[in-house]
């Protein structure tokens, strides 16, 4: 475990603080703001429609200027965005706050590759470990992304104007950080070697379930996530218990990036995915038992570990279908994946919960959870099907 892949889970670690103030904060935003309570979460969405928009533009970023560049890149648009955010709640806009986070996306799309940059700067046998420990950088957005929105949310007359601009202080941070990472070239392109087309890489099972499990295991969360600041409101619960069942949420999100990529090896990466569908479901359950902040911060805690498992195995399964020729273009369908659903998800938290309540939210999610465990009962008897068919031959 090199220098330059801790740099990276401290950027991981900035990146989140990012996500989770936003989380923390747009809703409640867009529910001042909004001209009908429905709309509460479209700065939410509009954060995940940016990023869904921006894969294809962040991919060619990453082949023309390669990872450093196109890093500084998002970083860049996280400063002006956020800052743009902060304007536009002066002025008490909600239509600007939407595209404030619209831009907000690209750095979205861009940030959410350095799970894949991490499998790159450490020997293949350690790639597994290597992403999880990126991933649990996001312990520092745990913590301080929720006590920044705590302690920011009062800092000028106008409410959260500046928790936007000490975003804008942690995308400059981050950017000093990623001067010093030193990525691995791009692989040389061989004549007549250019990859295969993504239509093939797609159909692949050991794809196909990775994208699908990561955008239904970030669609959970994002659906649940998303809509827990407002739940707890309607409850009359403090913000103070809001920003504390955020950070365990986040704790449960990014604390088993230390011991994720252990298990992976130990057990292998379909049995890990298995927990997280088994923790969602729990997660629910207790989701359903009550809404006291003990209940909220217990279920978000362990949808947190659940999206862990899943997101991390899916990203270490996708890592066996595609070549590094063809990494960038396999890397962007497999993000645009997770960006749709999470745009799906969290325009449908707000809806939801503003109309039919937290109850009715919970039981919906259980449908995107039995798909993710169906998917992975259809690729572990593809493998099966595949392994007895080679033991004939």
């Known amino acids: 475990m ?49 990023g869904a928009l921006s894969t294809g533009l962040v991919a060619k970023t990453q082949v023309r200027f390669g990872r450093k560049v196109s890093f500084q890149l998002g970083l860049l648009v996280a400063l002006l965005s956020a800052l743009l955010c902060a304007y536009a709640v002066v002025e008490k806009d909600f239509w600007l706050l939407v595209a404030a986070t619209v831009v907000a996306g690209y750095y979205n799309a861009n940030a959410n590759l350095y799970r894949f940059a991490a499998a790159e700067l450490t020997e293949p046998a350690w790639r597994e470990k290597a992403v ?10 745990a913590v301080v992304g929720p006590n920044l929105a705590q302690q920011t949310r009062s800092l000028t007359s106008v409410p959260f104007a500046g928790a936007y601009l000490a975003l804008a202080g942690v995308a400059v941070l ?16 061989k004549a007549g070697a250019g990859g295969r087309p993504l239509r093939e890489i797609v159909r692949q099972p050991a794809f196909i379930v990775a994208a699908l499990s990561g955008a239904l295991g970030y669609g959970v969360m994002s659906l649940l996530m998303s809509a827990t600041p407002i739940a707890m409101q309607q409850c009359s619960l403090p913000f103070s218990d809001v920003a504390l069942v955020l950070e365990w949420h986040v704790i449960g999100m990014f604390a088993p990036g230390f011991f994720t990529g252990h298990l992976i090896k130990r057990f292998g990466t379909m049995p890990v995915m298995g927990a997280g569908v088994l923790l969602n479901l729990a997660s629910i359950v207790v989701a359903l038992s009550g809404v006291e902040t003990q209940q909220f911060a217990i279920a978000l805690f362990l949808l947190g570990v659940g999206w862990n ?3 991390t195995g899916s990203t270490t399964l996708s890592l066996q279908t595609y070549t590094p020729e063809e990494k960038d273009e396999a890397q962007g369908a497999l993000n645009f994946s997770v960006f749709v659903m999470m745009a799906f998800t969290s325009f449908a938290s707000g809806l939801l919960v503003t109309t039919r309540g937290w109850t009715l939210l919970n039981y919906g999610s259980l449908f995107p959870v039995a798909l993710t465990a169906a998917s992975l009962v259809w690729l572990a008897r593809q493998q099966r099907a595949a392994a007895r068919l080679e033991a004939a031959v």
């Open 2 to 50: 090199n220098r330059h892949l801790w740099l990276l889970a401290l950027c991981q670690g900035l990146f989140l603080t990012n996500n989770v103030t936003f989380i923390a904060i747009n809703g409640l935003v867009g529910l001042s703001l909004a001209p009908l309570g429905w709309m509460a979460t479209l700065p939410v969405m509009g954060y995940v429609v940016g």
């Open 309 to 311: 498992f899943l997101f």
């Open 174 to 189: 981050a950017m000093v950080l990623l001067f010093f990472i030193q990525f691995a070239p791009p692989p040389a392109k």
């Open 132 to 141: 999880s420990l990126v991933m649990a950088g996001g312990l520092i957005g």
